[in-house]
């Protein structure tokens, strides 16, 4: 295994189901797919499906604040009721769109990436220790501009337990549920874990996280469990 780390943060974030630009809602935590973009941008990668090699995680590093905001657009954009050829639009045509954004996202991403090629790997670690993007990265769409920074992994050790806890996002079908941590806040979701040529998504998995990042959950663990530093780290 190859394990880097790094924190992903900025003002404003909004994953939205990956094959639609009209869902208002937003996943807690960015999809593999958004990291693996994410990392392309970094690189100057176009096609950031050459990048689903990686194996993932994300662990809630502040907790999860959503705000509905409205923008103003247009409903039907350069089709004929814009009456481009007379100079005007119909007032009609304008409306607003309700979005869900995550306030102040913070997040600590994990990432194997010893699957892929050498020289991938090299760019990827330079540029992320050099905080140095060959594009403008996202966190999520356009406007939600992402910072990130350097995580040094000084300690990567795998987990034996057959049952353990976890800092970090897991799938649903291994999440255990304890009844006596109450003040946990967790969320349930299915994202997209890998994305062909073309942008087409598959390998939906349904996952579980505690949003506020203050409370580890508990998982079976299959081999894919590591304690990174002082986090324990479940990989997709």
Known sequence: MNIIAFRLFGDYAHFSHPET?????????????????????????????????????????????????????????????MHLKEGYQNSGD???????????????????????????????????KGHKTAFTPYLGINFCIADFEWVDVKEVSEVKERECEVNTLATANEFIFESGNAKAKLSTFKMPCDVEEGR??????????????????KVNNNGNVYKVNDDQVFFI
């Open 21 to 81: 630009i009209y869902s208002s809602l937003t996943y807690p935590v960015p999809p593999k797919t958004t990291i693996m973009g994410f990392l392309a941008a970094v690189i100057g990668e176009e096609g950031y499906h050459k990048l689903s090699d990686i194996k993932y995680s994300v662990k809630v590093d502040s907790p999860i604040l959503k705000k509905s905001f409205i923008f103003n657009g247009i409903k039907f954009a350069l089709s004929s009721n």
């Open 200 to 217: 087409f998504f598959k390998d939906f998995q349904d996952f579980v996280v505690e949003i506020n990042g203050q409370f580890p959950i």
């Open 94 to 128: 304008k409306k607003q769109f309700y979005r869900e954004l995550i306030c102040n996202p913070s997040y600590v991403v994990f990432l194997d990436i010893g699957g892929l090629d050498k020289e991938l790997q090299e760019r990827i670690v330079k540029n992320l």
